[in-house]
């Protein structure tokens, strides 16, 4: 709490009631310019490292899933679903957490999951979730639809 009131100090100064909007003395200009730089540099570095984090989850669940590790599957999808991350890395995450509902026979769930994945434009996951459709359709034993996709 403290820490974030302090890194709010020079922006209430600037901004104060005292002082008129749009004045700012020759010295408080080129603080407050590195000031926003700073910060935007800090949110720039927060943001590389969340996607840093979720490319190596990604890559766990890639090598858990084939060894068959759904607990491992399913914690890496939900770290997943719960950063905040762009729509691509939720919808890869989406597609591990439905194989693990696939896993444990809630078709319904997974069926809906790996359809948001394969609606999606720009996901690398797209044919996967796709296959994975028909697997599924296969699976619960509606052969027609499972030859259709």
């Known amino acids: 709490m403290q820490t974030a009131a302090e890194s709010n100090l020079p922006f209430m100064s600037i901004f104060s009631f005292n002082r008129r909007a749009g004045i700012l003395s020759p010295i408080e200009k080129p603080v407050f310019n590195q000031q926003i730089s700073q910060a935007l540099i ?11 984090l979720a490319e190596r989850l990604i890559a766990v669940a890639d090598q858990a899933y084939p060894l068959r590790q759904m ?10 679903l719960g950063l905040p991350l762009p729509r691509e890395y939720k919808s890869i995450a989406s597609y591990y957490k439905a194989f693990c509902l696939k896993r444990r026979g809630q078709f319904d769930g997974a069926r809906a999951m790996f359809e948001r994945v394969a609606d999606e434009e720009t996901t690398r996951y797209k044919a996967r979730a796709i296959i994975a459709l028909g697997s599924i359709a296969f699976d619960s034993g509606d052969l027609p639809s499972s030859k259709s996709l």
Request: net charge neutral; hydrophobic share 35%; charged share 40%.
């Open 71 to 80: 607990e491992t599957v399913e914690q890496a999808s939900d770290l997943l």
């Open 42 to 52: 800090r949110l720039i570095d927060k943001r590389q490292s969340f996607h840093r």
